[in-house]
């Protein structure tokens, strides 16, 4: 078992780094004023898989650290994707005040639904 779970370990750093260094050669050698549409995609979809494992670690290092218990998975994939739309916004230039404001009573909305239907009792 402890073997698996290391071999499970090892490829996760393996695919974080190769992300990493994706990331990288992509943002460095493309042009988003020249780039074609399909392109812009794959930029947006690596950007949203590395704040996807940004956020993971973040939530792996606050357990580490004793901040917090355990994190849920819908916590950190919510979180990301409200930092990826924020991002995704701001690089269209198409962020304002208004967005966030309307995105924090969404956030609290949510929180408050998720922790209800996680508290009822789902047994038979």
Known sequence: ?????????????????????????????????????????????????SVYIVCRIAANLLVILGVIKS???WV?????????????LQALGQLSTRDILALIPLVLLGHFYFNRVSLKDTTF
């Open 1 to 49: 078992m402890k073997r698996y779970i290391s071999y499970i370990s090892n490829h996760k750093k393996i695919a974080t780094v190769l992300i990493a260094v994706t990331d990288i050669l992509f943002f460095a050698s493309s042009d988003p004023n020249k780039s074609p549409v399909w392109l812009m995609a794959i930029g947006f979809s690596l950007l949203a898989l």
């Open 71 to 73: 994190f849920r998975n």
């Open 76 to 88: 950190v994939l919510t979180t990301s994707v409200l930092i990826f739309l924020v991002l995704t």
